[in-house]
């Protein structure tokens, strides 16, 4: 068969034109079932698609911020008769929604059940959904197909990664799935469960052999947690084994920094490559991080001063030679919009890159829940997010961000960071000249990058802002 995959890319996403990631979702589909001819499209890339091109079946791939344009072109294919299928993390939160544009929707993740939906497309017809979720997927009335339990990772196939011919600057690989925290903002223990879930070491140290220059290890937390860091050990082990050695990036979370064996896996991971990892660090606020359910993720003791042992964690990272980023989610109850400029000053005294975004509510996720049983939800369209932010006008978070972006990543304050930086790696023993040349300059540029996508994103809730306003 010829099968279009295509990763949805809206028209305001600030990836647009210049994503460095290689999507992975496409390239695994691809590898689950071999045997077709595929065509990968990453709309970030490629927005234009051809819709007269001969094919015998659609896929698309989307998250939240390309919901619109995924209904566009599914609605597109559908009209010149060519069957379309939806999946990817927005089709499992929104799996209804997602069905009246598709002749099938996939929830969860999808190397097996593509197998099974292909095989069901030759030969008896397509359902309507194909699920991989923790819980029984309920759905009167309509054709389903669910996978007993979630499925084991062992034997996760090879994801045709040559489909692209154009270069990405990081290739994506993941060695877990699942999260026990459930922040509830994140829809990642809905999608893939509470419980880890591992891929065979090998095969992972298998994959990151073949890469030939930077990559991005998607797992939720590169540093593990209490019970999955002697996977995390070996694994880094074995990568740094590889002759070649490839920088690496990652997410992660603060907690490993209060364990002894959690520090050992961040020690390994620097020697296996790692450079820069960013952390959600979600709150400087208590209140706020216990309600959101992200307070376990920070590692600090129940004696201990909040803040103080944050610091000290973020620290022990810096100290191996590791950039961060710090992520926060700002705009719930107990936030103000002081809540902003107290969270960049954290940010600059600790030398980590801000990275803010204003609460938002995803479909799927507890938080979207819990505001839509209080009756809270606001239109997205005509405020800065679905999440109303008390005390603070729409008007006064573009303001914030605005603040944040320009002082944040001022040149004064990015060369402040990466010579805070540059002093950490020359001071470790293990680093070789061409680690702290390599790295120091990877540094600025992160930044400087950074700098110009948090623009960008505020630029487009500027523009969202006026427009109401007008
Ligand atoms: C890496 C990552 C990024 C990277 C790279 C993205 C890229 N270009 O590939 C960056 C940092 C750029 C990013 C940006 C964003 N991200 Co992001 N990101 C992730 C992360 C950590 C991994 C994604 C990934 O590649 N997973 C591996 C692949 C294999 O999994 P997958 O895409 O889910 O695909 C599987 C299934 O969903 C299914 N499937 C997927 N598509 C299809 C299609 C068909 C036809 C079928 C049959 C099956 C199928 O099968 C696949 C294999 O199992 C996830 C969290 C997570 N653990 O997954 C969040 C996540 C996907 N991101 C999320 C969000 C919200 C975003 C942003 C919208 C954030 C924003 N700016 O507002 C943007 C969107 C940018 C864009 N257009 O892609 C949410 C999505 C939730 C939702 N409801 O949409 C997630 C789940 C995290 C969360 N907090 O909840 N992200
Ligand atoms: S934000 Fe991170 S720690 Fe929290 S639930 Fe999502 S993946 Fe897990």
Redesign the pocket.
Same mark, same amino acid.
Do not use: H
């Given at each position: 068969m010829r099968i279009k =995959?295509i990763?949805a890319?809206?028209k305001e996403? %600030? @990836?647009k034109g210049k994503?460095p990631?290689?999507?992975? +979702?496409?390239t695994?589909?691809a590898g689950a079932v071999p045997e077709h001819d595929y065509e990968l499209i990453?709309m970030?890339r490629t927005p234009e698609i051809d819709y007269n091109a001969e094919v015998d079946l659609v896929?698309? +791939?989307?998250?939240?911020?390309?919901e619109k344009t995924a209904f566009l072109v599914a609605d597109n294919f559908r009209e010149k008769g060519i069957p379309v299928?939806?999946?990817?993390? !927005?089709?499992?939160?929104n799996p209804f929604g997602a069905l009246e544009h598709a002749g099938a929707v996939?929830i969860?993740?999808?190397?097996k =059940?593509?197998v099974q939906?292909l095989d069901d497309f030759e030969n008896s017809g397509l359902k309507d959904f194909?699920v991989s979720a923790p819980k029984k997927f309920m759905a009167e009335e309509y054709s389903i197909f669910q996978l007993p339990e979630l499925p084991t990772l062992k034997d996760i196939p090879i994801p045709k990664r040559e489909l692209f011919s154009r270069k990405y600057d990081f290739e994506?690989v993941?060695a877990a799935?699942g999260?026990a925290i459930n922040c509830d903002?994140? +829809? %990642?223990t809905r999608?893939?469960g509470s419980r880890y879930r591992f891929r065979l070491i090998q095969d992972v140290v298998e994959e990151v052999a073949g890469f030939k220059g930077y990559y991005?290890l998607?797992d939720?937390t590169v540093f593990g947690r209490v019970n999955t860091y002697n996977y995390y050990l070996e694994l880094y082990g074995k990568i740094a084994q590889l002759k070649r050695k490839n920088y690496w990036i990652g !997410?992660a979370n603060l907690d490993a920094a209060s364990h002894e064996k959690g520090r050992e896996v961040i020690q390994k991971a620097v020697k296996s490559g790692f450079i820069y990892a960013a952390i959600g660090m979600e709150s400087i606020n208590k209140k706020v991080l216990q309600k959101s359910g992200s307070y376990s993720k920070m590692g600090v003791g129940k004696s201990e001063d909040m803040l103080q042992k944050m610091k000290e964690n973020i620290r022990f990272i810096q100290q191996q030679g590791i950039l961060i980023s710090a992520w926060f989610a700002i705009g719930y109850e107990d936030d103000n919009l002081k809540t902003y400029y107290d969270t960049l000053d954290f940010c600059l005294e600790m030398n980590m890159l801000p990275a803010f /975004?204003p609460v !938002?509510a @995803?479909?799927? /996720?507890d938080l979207y829940d819990r505001l839509e049983a209080e009756g809270k939800l606001q239109d997205p369209d005509k405020n800065i997010t679905n999440v109303p932010h008390h005390s603070m006008t729409n008007q006064q978070v573009v303001e914030a961000m605005e603040y944040v972006q320009r002082k944040g990543y001022s040149l004064p304050v990015i060369l402040h960071r990466t010579w805070f930086y540059f002093k950490i790696l020359v001071r470790k023993k293990d680093q070789t000249v061409h680690d702290v040349i390599h790295k120091t300059i990877f540094a600025f540029v992160t930044q400087w990058r950074f700098g110009k996508i948090m623009k960008q994103?505020t630029d487009i809730l500027k523009r969202k802002t006026q427009e109401n306003a007008s």
């Open positions: =995959l990763l890319a809206g996403e %600030v @990836m994503n990631f290689k999507p992975l +979702s496409l695994l589909l990453d970030l896929g698309i +791939s989307f998250r939240r911020s390309s299928v939806l999946g990817g993390p !927005q089709a499992s939160a996939v969860g993740e999808g190397e =059940l593509w939906l194909y994506l993941f799935r999260c903002f994140c +829809s %990642v999608l893939f991005y998607i939720d !997410q /975004t !938002q @995803m479909p799927g /996720t994103e």
